[in-house]
């Protein structure tokens, strides 16, 4: 079955730094990789998708995420982290198959400290 | 602003009660996602419709059911409500069926509380 993992509950930055959110793939066949955010009573916000091609994938608000198959990963990064960047970040895998529905990880919060 | 638009925002409701929550999807979308966010089973895929006909079922229980309408809207009905049916409920929406490798675009979400 498909699944993603984010076995970071909660990271911390410190305005300026780099940042990483971490995520992790078991897929059966070509993994359609995507990240999205959700800021405080809101709904979820595409940032970005790998589907093939290039290994590092540039997204929405400066972020990019690198594919690496050899470690099945797909971690989300930013070269210089924003407070605004504050939020709850989910990886997510495509459904097998022609489903079309998303199967999300259990999110990673992001503090960004001034 | 996703173009997905999700009423009522806030349901506040007792237990055994059933509520309708009702979603529009982006126009041009045919596909509509239902998905249940809470604190400790995360988001959870619920069930998809395309064009009027269900497409894919996750983790739906079978006190919920959910339509599409010939003019591509949405509802999602609980009933019996619990305690644990407290949740924000996402309502997604894309063009295609899923062979497609496109994104899922997300409403503001329902926010249901069973007390």
């Known amino acids: 079955a498909q699944s993603v993992a984010q076995r970071e509950d909660q990271v911390n930055v410190a305005e300026g730094n780099p940042l990483t959110v971490k995520c992790t793939y078991s897929?059966?066949?070509?993994?359609?990789l995507f990240w999205y955010v959700q800021y405080p009573n809101r709904g979820l916000q595409f940032l970005l998708k790998?589907?093939?091609?290039?290994?590092l994938v540039k997204g929405s608000y400066g972020f990019e995420a690198e594919f690496n198959k050899s470690q099945t990963s797909f971690h989300l990064k930013k070269p210089s982290a924003l407070v605004s960047d504050s939020a709850l970040y989910f990886c997510a895998v495509k459904g097998k198959g022609s489903q079309g529905n998303l199967i999300f990880g259990k999110g990673t919060k992001l503090s960004v400290k001034p | 602003d996703s173009g997905v638009t999700q009423t009522p925002k806030h349901l506040i409701t007792a237990t055994g009660q059933r509520v309708t929550l009702r979603c529009s999807p982006r126009s041009g979308d045919l596909s509509v996602y239902w998905y249940q966010q809470s604190l400790d089973q995360g988001l959870q895929f619920l069930i998809q419709y395309y064009n009027g006909e269900e497409r894919a079922k996750g983790n739906i229980l079978e006190r919920f059911s959910a339509q599409q309408f010939p003019d591509l809207h949405s509802e999602l009905n609980l009933s019996s409500l619990e305690l644990g049916d407290s949740a924000l409920y996402f309502c997604?929406?894309?063009?295609?069926?899923?062979?497609?490798?496109?994104?899922?675009?997300f409403g503001e979400g329902s926010r249901l509380t069973v007390l």
């Open positions: 790998y589907i093939t091609g290039d290994n």
């Open positions: 897929v059966s066949g070509n993994p359609y």
């Open positions: 997604a929406s894309s063009h295609y069926a899923g062979g497609d490798t496109g994104e899922l675009f």
